[in-house]
């Protein structure tokens, strides 16, 4: 069992900065890939990045390459997403999650979900 917590999201303007951290409980975080979806209002979940389980890897949807960066720190169970370079059209409620199998993008594959936390970026 893995209960994940996010943190970070906020208002900010177009062109600005946020890191997003999701807090992972238990001792197996080491063993979960984990992904950052996002949900813009009125629109379904999308999925935006994830990493290894080492965090050698990663991997990104086409529309954020070079402006956001997900990265994790096994040591204290914890994953970030660098949000930099932001857009209106990142608005969203950010999820991270937990899955057991590298480089899938199918929301329904990951295990488990934190609650969400709103990132709206203002033009």
């Known amino acids: 069992q893995v209960q994940l917590v996010e943190s970070g999201g906020g208002l900010v303007q177009a062109g600005g900065s946020l890191r997003l951290s999701c807090a992972a409980s238990?001792?197996?975080?080491?063993?979960?890939?984990m992904g950052w979806f996002r949900q813009p209002p009125g629109k379904e979940r999308e999925f935006v990045a994830a990493?290894?389980?080492?965090?050698?890897?990663?991997y990104y949807v086409d529309s954020v390459k070079g402006r956001l960066t997900i990265s994790r720190d096994n040591a204290k169970n914890t994953v970030y997403l660098q949000m930099n370079s932001l857009k209106p059209e990142d608005t969203a409620v950010y999820y991270c999650?937990?899955?057991?199998?590298?480089?899938?993008?199918?929301?329904?594959?990951?295990?488990?979900w934190g609650q969400g936390t709103q990132v709206t970026v203002s033009s």
């Open positions: 999650a937990a899955c057991r199998t590298w480089r899938t993008t199918d929301s329904y594959k990951y295990d488990y």
């Open positions: 238990g001792r197996t975080f080491s063993s979960y890939v």
């Open positions: 990493i290894t389980w080492s965090g050698s890897d990663t």
